[in-house]
C-alpha cells in the first residue's frame, strides 16, 4: 500500500485525491490517509502531492515510521468502507498525527 505522512499535517491540499481510481484517500481533521486494503498500489497520488507527502510503504523515511500503522490503524473503527467520497471525513485523527505539532507557515 501507499501512505501518506507528515508533510501533509495541517496542509491537506488534496491534490491526491483526484487522482485515486479507487477513492481510497480519506480526510481527517488534519491530514488524510490511504486506506490499506482499499489502495490498489496504482501509485498515481504519489508524483501529484506538492509537499511529496506520499510513499510506497516501504519506500517512508524512517522518521515517518509511524505514520504506516497510523494509516492503517485510523480505519479501525470504520472498517472498509469502500469509497471515501461516499462515507465521509473520519471523525478524528490517528493519535500520531493529534500528537504532532502544529505547523506554522
Ligand atoms: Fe496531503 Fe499531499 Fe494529498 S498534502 S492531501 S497527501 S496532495
Ligand atoms: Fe489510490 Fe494512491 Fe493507492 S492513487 S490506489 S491511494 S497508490
Redesign the pocket.
Known amino acids: 500500500t ?1 501512505v501518506i505522512a507528515q508533510p501533509c499535517v495541517d496542509l491537506k491540499d488534496k491534490a491526491c485525491i483526484d ?4 477513492d ?2 480519506y480526510e481527517g481533521p488534519r491530514m488524510m490517509y ?1 486506506h490499506p486494503d482499499e ?8 508524483p501529484v502531492c506538492p509537499v511529496e507527502a506520499i510513499f510506497y510503504e516501504d519506500d517512508l523515511p524512517q522518521q515517518w515510521n509511524e505514520f504506516a500503522p497510523a494509516n492503517a490503524e485510523v480505519f479501525e473503527k470504520v472498517g472498509s468502507p469502500g469509497g471515501a467520497s461516499a462515507s465521509g471525513p473520519l471523525v478524528s485523527d490517528h493519535p500520531v498525527v493529534e500528537n504532532t505539532s502544529p505547523v506554522t507557515a
Request: proline share 6%; glycine share 6%.
Open positions: 501507499y487522482e485515486c481510481p479507487v481510497c484517500i490511504i489502495c490498489v498500489d496504482c501509485g498515481a497520488c504519489e
